[in-house]
């Protein structure tokens, strides 16, 4: 028999939706308490799971009689600092939407609050997309050797329209740096193994959302940028992000060069190449489809939101520490919030200064 595991979902918008159809799609998870402020967003939840579901409009009664084993969190950035407090107060397992927070500074206050005997898992499933996953697999075996430069592109669709249209602005979600490509800085911190040294940017609103307005207010966050991170061992990160070039083959390409060769993942045609030196030449590498059996629910990023389900009930099970924890999701946001500070200035940051005061150190 599979053991049974209640989930609560805090926050049943679009991610919180995607989160229920992974829950449902593997065996033993029931889903047994929603909550969410927006009446529209808590009954499509409630109807998409069907039978009894408790509902609460306000995150504290669900803690107090949601009588749940684990909690998954997907509400509007600026609102995971206090959520997040009060969950680990509560001593409940909780899975986090990416960002952690959408500072240094409040992800470190949470990280504090939890200490060692609290199970976070942040949301940071592109590591989990079947051709990144396997791309990430080998460069851990040292197939290409020494990591010297990861490139990733993510050429891609504007931002979605969100509930009360929250992530039109920077003060809510952290800016586009922490909001979308703390996804792409984790990566480059889980490939090269190594920390964040400094980081140059050069970014803009040229394209997206000029012409909207919310109660006075026109959209302020970036949608088109490089971004340069350098890192302890001398590897080298470069983000080419643009959101508006929906006109393209795929979505993400990752690439991580070596002293030996190169590797390649590309999505959502999630295919992998390999090109090592001596071996193979420019037109001429290996290629293949990559696959995860394993995946049930694709849903929207390439069923790497379900595999990190698996992941996070196996931890919950075993006991386990987040193979995706609280120290993972605070430097993927302190790239991003460096990241933001270097478009600003036009300068270069260096991130001992993002994480001044925050008591945590590389």
């Known amino acids: 028999m599979t053991e049974e595991i209640r989930f609560g ?3 049943t918008g679009m991610m919180g939706i995607e989160h229920i159809l992974d829950l449902q799609a593997i065996e033993g998870n029931v889903i047994t ?11 499509t939840a409630k109807e998409l799971i069907g039978g009894e579901v408790k509902s609460f409009t306000d995150h504290h009664e669900l803690l107090k009689k949601g009588e749940v084993d684990a909690l998954v969190v997907a509400t509007p950035n600026m609102t995971h600092k206090e959520i997040l407090l009060d969950i680990v107060k509560a001593k409940i397992p909780v899975m986090i939407e990416k960002p952690l927070c959408t500072t240094t500074s409040d992800c470190a206050k949470v990280i504090y609050a939890a200490g060692n005997d609290s199970m ?30 990861v490139s990733i592109r993510e050429h891609r669709f504007p931002f979605l329209e969100k509930v009360e249209n929250w992530n039109r602005f920077n003060s ?37 959302h000029l012409e909207e307005e919310y109660d006075g207010s026109t959209p302020d966050i970036i949608d ?17 992000l643009c959101m508006f070039a929906d006109a393209t083959k795929n979505q993400e ?20 190449r390999t090109g090592i030196r001596g ?16 995946i049930l629910h694709e849903g929207t990023h390439s069923g790497s939101s379900y595999v990190e389900h698996l992941k996070f009930r196996e931890a919950l099970l075993e006991g386990s ?9 605070f430097w993927s946001v302190a790239v991003g919030e460096a990241a933001h500070l270097s478009v600003e200035r036009k300068s270069v940051i260096e991130i001992d200064e993002v994480i001044e005061g925050t008591g945590i150190s590389r």
């Not at 929603?34 to 808590?42: E, G, H, I, M, R």
């Not at 071996?279 to 394993?294: A, Q, T, Y």
């Not at 520490?321 to 999701?329: K, Q, S, T």
């Open 33 to 43: 308490a929603l909550c969410d402020t927006n009446q529209n967003s808590l009954k």
């Open 279 to 294: 071996k193979h030449w420019i037109g001429s590498v290996d290629e293949v489809h990559s696959e995860n059996p394993e």
């Open 253 to 272: 390409e990752v690439s991580v060069v070596g002293d030996l060769g190169k590797l390649e993942a590309l999505i959502p045609e999630s295919v992998m």
């Open 224 to 240: 088109n940028a490089y971004v340069i991170v350098e890192f302890e061992s001398g590897s080298r990160g470069m983000l080419d």
């Open 321 to 329: 520490e987040p193979e995706v924890g609280l120290i993972e999701g």
């Open 120 to 149: 976070v898992w942040v949301g940071l499933e592109y590591r989990y997309m079947p051709a990144v996953s396997e791309l990430i697999d080998r460069v851990h075996e040292g197939i290409v050797g020494p990591v010297r430069m």
């Open 9 to 11: 979902i805090i926050g």
């Open 172 to 208: 809510n979600t952290g800016g586009t740096f922490v909001e979308k490509c703390c996804h792409f800085f984790d990566l480059m911190n889980l490939i090269t193994g190594d920390l964040p040294v400094r980081v140059m940017a050069s970014g803009g609103q040229d394209v997206n």
